[in-house]
Each structure stands twice: as structure tokens, then as C-alpha cells.
């Protein structure tokens, strides 16, 4: 069997450390035998959800460090399965709006249900509201990282504006879909200012360096930061230190990094001499131009 080329589709200069050390690595190192046993994507994905739910369990028991540890040790398990079925479907060819959807809901479902075995353990009602407001803004902070990700990756590419996703009857891809372009509209501009240019590729690597500190910072709103904040509140003592960070330091690292990488952009398009909705003195027509 041939075994399939490293994946290129993550640019590394943006990618969490545990990612190209730990996830990636061992994802790698599983595709051959899973793709040898015919294993699709989706059965792996619903496998990490099962990890993810035995993780929410072993937190349930935070108060004893080994069962924080073993909860820690079963989100890395997780987390591997999370980047392995993108790996087999972009192998396979079996990539699916379905499956894309699938792996965000598997992906919240694992993060929900460790939000409920610490809230039921706590107890109280602070304890609830604390993880239904945490829940609520990890589900904005998790959707627009990916958004922007992507967006990164296909500029990066020198591709502009994205095709529209294709038309799907499920109404849980329709929900994925439509939080995902929820900043589309904000970065129109740009894509349309690189979907202007003859040469879009010179554009691209500078898009590439100016955003990638912005992305570096964004990048810290990744399952696997969660995850060490999840072991390291619950080694505290205090599961609700983990729910705070969610609403106070990752909230204004998304806003700020959304602001930034916004800035990135209109400087770019400032750079060019052209505003969005304008054509250049090139494009002019000769009456223009006299």
C-alpha cells in the first residue's frame, strides 16, 4: 500500500505547538493502518467522540488527581482521532459537508459533556450558569477561529473569495455552514481586492506573513488549550478557574485577534491603491483617463 503524502493543508506557521509535535505526528503514524482496514473518517470521528466521553467521565472524578490525569490522557486520545479523520477523508477523497459537519458537532459534543460532569460534580448553581455561559461562548470563540483559519489557509493560496458550500437538505450542515460565514461579510473586501489581482500569489505571501502573527494569537482559542486548562483547573482544585478563562482571557483574545486580523487586511488593501468597490487606473476606460 502507498502510504499517502504528509498532509499540507495546515500552514505550521499557525498551528498549535501539541499540534505538530503530539496530534499530528501520531495521526500520521495511525493513517497507513487505518486506511488499510478501510476505516472511514466518520467511524473515526464518532471513536473520538467516544474518547471525549470517557475523558468528561474521568473528569467528573477531578477531586482525585490520577482520574484528571487519565481525563487528560483520554482528550489527547481524542484529540489525535479529531485530526485522523480529516487525514483518512482527504486521503480517501470521501471529504463530505456531511463529515465536516459531523467532526464540529463531535467536537462540541465532547466539550458539552465535560462541562455538565463538572457542573453536576460542583453542584450548584453558580456552577450551571458558569458552564452554560462558558459552553455558549466557546461555541462563538470555536466557529469563528475555524472560519478564519480556513480563511487563512485559502488566501495563503491565492484564492479569494470561497465557492458557497454546497446546498445541503441536513439542517444541522445548513447550521454549521451558516455559523461558519458568520465573518464573511467583514472580510469581503479583502477577498475581493485578491480576486482582483492578475498575480494574486504575490499578494498571498504577503497576506501569509502580515496575518500570521494575528493567527498565532487567535490559535490559542484551539481544543488542545482547552483541554490543558480543563487538567490544570481541575489540579487546582477548582473546575470553575477553567470556565472563567473561557469568558474573560479567550473572549478578548478572539476579539482582539478578529480586530487585528481585520487591521491586517485594510492595510493590505490600502497598500494596493485600491479601495474595495473601485477599479484601478489600469482598468480605467480611455475617457476615464483623459
Same mark, same amino acid.
Given at each position: 500500500?502507498?502510504?499517502?503524502?504528509?498532509? *499540507?493543508?495546515?500552514?505550521?506557521?499557525?498551528?498549535? %505547538?501539541?499540534?505538530?509535535w503530539?496530534?499530528?505526528?501520531?495521526?500520521?503514524?495511525?493513517l497507513p493502518?487505518?486506511?488499510? *482496514?478501510?476505516?472511514?473518517?466518520?467511524?473515526?470521528?464518532?471513536?473520538?467522540?467516544?474518547?471525549?466521553?470517557? $475523558?468528561?467521565?474521568?473528569?467528573?472524578?477531578?477531586?482525585?488527581? &490520577?482520574?484528571? @490525569?487519565?481525563?487528560?490522557? +483520554?482528550?489527547?486520545?481524542w484529540?489525535?482521532?479529531?485530526?485522523? #479523520?480529516?487525514?483518512?477523508?482527504?486521503?480517501?477523497?470521501?471529504?463530505?459537508?456531511?463529515?465536516?459537519?459531523?467532526?464540529? +458537532?463531535?467536537d462540541?459534543?465532547?466539550f458539552?459533556?465535560?462541562?455538565?460532569? +463538572?457542573a453536576?460534580?460542583?453542584g450548584?448553581?453558580?456552577?450551571?450558569?458558569?458552564?452554560w455561559?462558558?459552553?455558549?461562548a466557546?461555541?462563538?470563540q470555536?466557529?469563528?477561529?475555524?472560519?478564519?483559519?480556513? *480563511?487563512?489557509h485559502?488566501?495563503?493560496k491565492?484564492?479569494?473569495?470561497?465557492?458557497? /458550500? $454546497?446546498?445541503?437538505r441536513?439542517?444541522?450542515?445548513?447550521?454549521? #455552514? *451558516?455559523?461558519?460565514?458568520?465573518?464573511?461579510?467583514?472580510?469581503? &473586501?479583502?477577498?475581493?481586492?485578491?480576486?482582483?489581482?492578475r498575480? /494574486?500569489?504575490?499578494?498571498? @505571501?504577503?497576506?501569509?506573513?502580515?496575518?500570521?502573527? %494575528?493567527m498565532r494569537?487567535?490559535?490559542?482559542?484551539t481544543?488542545?488549550?482547552?483541554?490543558s486548562a480543563? !487538567? +490544570?483547573?481541575?489540579?487546582?482544585g477548582? /473546575?470553575?478557574?477553567?470556565?472563567? !478563562?473561557?469568558?474573560? /482571557?479567550?473572549?478578548?483574545?478572539?476579539?482582539i485577534?478578529?480586530?487585528?486580523?481585520?487591521?491586517?487586511? $485594510?492595510?493590505?488593501?490600502?497598500?494596493l491603491?485600491?479601495? &474595495?468597490?473601485q477599479?484601478?487606473?489600469?482598468?480605467?476606460? &480611455?475617457?476615464?483617463?483623459?
Amino acid at each position: 500500500m502507498t502510504v499517502p503524502p504528509p498532509d *499540507r493543508s495546515r500552514d505550521r506557521r499557525i498551528e498549535d %505547538p501539541t499540534n505538530l509535535w503530539i496530534i499530528h505526528p501520531a495521526g500520521r503514524v495511525l493513517l497507513p493502518g487505518f486506511l488499510a *482496514r478501510g476505516i472511514s473518517a466518520n467511524a473515526v470521528s464518532f471513536g473520538g467522540l467516544a474518547l471525549g466521553a470517557a $475523558a468528561a467521565l474521568s473528569f467528573s472524578q477531578w477531586h482525585v488527581w &490520577p482520574f484528571a @490525569l487519565l481525563g487528560l490522557l +483520554l482528550s489527547v486520545g481524542w484529540l489525535i482521532a479529531d485530526g485522523l #479523520d480529516g487525514m483518512i477523508a482527504r486521503a480517501t477523497g470521501t471529504a463530505s459537508p456531511l463529515g465536516r459537519a459531523l467532526d464540529g +458537532l463531535c467536537d462540541h459534543g465532547v466539550f458539552a459533556l465535560i462541562y455538565i460532569v +463538572l457542573a453536576v460534580s460542583i453542584g450548584t448553581v453558580e456552577g450551571w450558569v458558569l458552564a452554560w455561559a462558558a459552553g455558549a461562548a466557546h461555541a462563538v470563540q470555536a466557529n469563528l477561529y475555524e472560519s478564519e483559519r480556513a *480563511r487563512f489557509h485559502r488566501r495563503c493560496k491565492g484564492i479569494g473569495a470561497a465557492p458557497p /458550500p $454546497a446546498p445541503s437538505r441536513n439542517p444541522l450542515v445548513r447550521l454549521y #455552514d *451558516r455559523a461558519a460565514g458568520m465573518l464573511d461579510g467583514l472580510a469581503a &473586501p479583502f477577498d475581493a481586492a485578491m480576486g482582483r489581482q492578475r498575480d /494574486p500569489s504575490r499578494l498571498a @505571501l504577503e497576506y501569509g506573513a502580515r496575518a500570521t502573527r %494575528p493567527m498565532r494569537l487567535l490559535s490559542l482559542l484551539t481544543a488542545n488549550v482547552r483541554v490543558s486548562a480543563i !487538567f +490544570l483547573a481541575c489540579l487546582a482544585g477548582n /473546575p470553575r478557574l477553567f470556565w472563567w !478563562f473561557e469568558l474573560v /482571557p479567550l473572549t478578548a483574545v478572539l476579539v482582539i485577534g478578529l480586530f487585528w486580523h481585520r487591521a491586517v487586511e $485594510a492595510r493590505l488593501i490600502r497598500s494596493l491603491g485600491t479601495q &474595495p468597490g473601485q477599479t484601478s487606473n489600469t482598468e480605467q476606460s &480611455p475617457t476615464q483617463r483623459t
